[in-house]
C-alpha cells in the first residue's frame, strides 16, 4: 500500500491525514487542550495497519502517556469525564469528519470502513493530560457536616463523637 498514491479521483491517504490531522489539532485546541504526540503519523500508521489486519484483531496504541507530576487516579476519572463531556463523537463528526470528507467515502476507505469513529477512541492517547482542565476538591477537615439534632442535644459521648462534635 502506497500512502502517497493519487488515485483518479485525485484522493491521496498521505494528504487526507495531513489535513485531517490539522483539523484534530484545532478540534482539541479550541477545547482548551493540546495535543501530546504527532497526530498525522498516528493515523498514517492506524491507516497502514487497517490494510493489513482485520477489524477485530486491531488493538488499543501502544502509546506512552505522560502524565504531570502529582496526578493522581482521582485526576485521570476527571480528565475522561472533561474528554467525554468535551469531545463527544457526535462533535468529533461534525466538526473533524465531516468538514474534510462531507457525507460522502473516499475510494481508499473502502478497505478501512469504520476508522473514523475508530480514531476518535484514540483521543485519550492523543490529548495531553492537564491540571488545568480537571478540577479535583481535595477533602477539608473543616467540612461542614450535617448533624441530627436529636444527637446534639441528647446523643451519648460517642455518638456525637461519631457525627464529629467532640474530640
Known amino acids: 500500500m502506497n500512502l502517497f498514491y493519487v488515485n483518479e479521483f485525485g484522493e491521496c491517504i498521505a494528504d ?39 477489524r477485530n484483531e486491531i488493538g488499543w496504541p501502544t502509546l506512552t502517556v505522560s502524565t504531570p507530576n502529582g496526578w493522581t487516579p482521582d485526576h485521570e476519572d476527571k480528565w475522561h469525564d472533561w474528554l467525554e463531556l468535551n469531545c463527544s463523537l457526535d462533535s468529533w463528526m461534525t466538526e473533524v ?35 488545568e482542565l480537571v478540577v479535583v476538591y481535595e477533602s477539608d477537615e473543616e467540612e461542614e457536616q450535617t448533624v441530627d439534632a436529636y444527637i446534639m442535644d441528647h446523643g451519648s459521648a460517642k455518638q456525637k463523637r461519631a457525627a464529629g462534635l467532640e474530640r
Open 16 to 54: 487526507d491525514a495531513s489535513h485531517l490531522a490539522g483539523l484534530i489539532k484545532s478540534y482539541v485546541e479550541r477545547r482548551g487542550a493540546e495535543l501530546d504526540v504527532d497526530v498525522g503519523r498516528q493515523i498514517l500508521k492506524y491507516i497502514k495497519m487497517r490494510y493489513g489486519v482485520s
Open 97 to 131: 469528519m465531516e468538514p474534510y470528507f462531507g457525507t460522502g467515502c473516499h475510494v481508499w476507505e473502502g478497505m478501512c470502513e469504520g476508522w473514523r469513529w475508530e480514531i476518535h477512541q484514540f483521543l485519550p492517547w492523543w490529548i495531553k493530560r492537564s491540571a
